[in-house]
C-alpha cells in the first residue's frame, strides 16, 4: 500500500461544523455519484463554503451524470486532464469512477503514456489530442477541432470544453487544498500508477 498522503493543507470540515447548507450541499451528491458522500475528502473540504459548493456542483453532477458524450470519451479527457495537471487525487478517484462505469483498465496505461499509444481508436487519440490542447493552450486547434466537429454534435462539444475546463480547474483546488485519499484510492492508485504530484 502506497504511504497515506501528507495531511491537506486545508483541512476537511468537521461533523460539528455542519450547518443546514453544508447538508444541502451533501444532499445533491448523496444516493447519486458519490456513495457516502459526506466522508468524500473533497467534497468535506468543498463544504467549508456551502454557498460555493452549491452553485458548483450541478455542473460537476452534469459533467458526471447527463454529460452527453461516450462515457468512455469523457473519463479519456477527464483522467488525461488529471494526469497532465498532476492532479493526483482526481486520477485516483477517477480509476474509481471508470471502473463503477464499467470501463477497462487497459485504457490507464495508454491515458498516462498519451495520444500515439497504439490503444487508442483514431477518435480517442483526436479527444487525447484536443484535451491536452485545451490543457496546455485553453484552445482545441483547427484540425482537432474539425475532427470532434465530424463527429460530435453541438452539445457533446459543449460537454467537452467544459468537462475539460471544469477539471483543470478542479485539479488546481485539489492540489491546492491537498486532499487525502482514502485507502481504497490510494490501492488504486498503488496498482494503477499516478502522477507525480
Known amino acids: 500500500m502506497l504511504e497515506p498522503d501528507p495531511p491537506a493543507r486545508l483541512p476537511q470540515i468537521r461533523d460539528e461544523d455542519f450547518t443546514d447548507e453544508t447538508r444541502e450541499f451533501f444532499g445533491q451528491w448523496t444516493g447519486g455519484i458519490f456513495k457516502d458522500a459526506d466522508k468524500n475528502p473533497v467534497l468535506r473540504t468543498f463544504g467549508h463554503h456551502p454557498a460555493l459548493a452549491n452553485a458548483f456542483s450541478p455542473l460537476n453532477i452534469h459533467l ?10 469523457r473519463q479519456i479527457a477527464i483522467m488525461r486532464t488529471a494526469w497532465l495537471t498532476r492532479a493526483v487525487y482526481m486520477w485516483s478517484s477517477h480509476l474509481q469512477t471508470s471502473v463503477s462505469c464499467g470501463l477497462s483498465p487497459e485504457m490507464y496505461g495508454p491515458i498516462q ?15 487525447m489530442l484536443a484535451t491536452e490542447e485545451l490543457v496546455n493552450d485553453r484552445k482545441v486547434g483547427d484540425a482537432n477541432w474539425e475532427a470532434l466537429r465530424a463527429e460530435w454534435s453541438d452539445k457533446q462539444m ?18 491546492s487544498t491537498g486532499a487525502e485519499r482514502l485507502p481504497d484510492l490510494l490501492a488504486l492508485a498503488e496498482k494503477y500508477g499516478a502522477p507525480e504530484s
Do not use: H, I, Q, W
Not at 447527463?66 to 462515457?71: A, D, F, H, I
Open 113 to 127: 503514456r498519451g495520444p500515439d499509444d497504439p490503444y487508442f481508436t483514431p477518435f480517442e487519440r483526436v479527444v
Open 158 to 175: 459543449l460537454d467537452f470544453l467544459f468537462t475539460v475546463g471544469c477539471y483543470v480547474m478542479v485539479a488546481g483546488v485539489m492540489r
Open 64 to 73: 458526471l451524470s447527463s454529460n452527453t458524450l461516450p462515457v468512455k470519451l
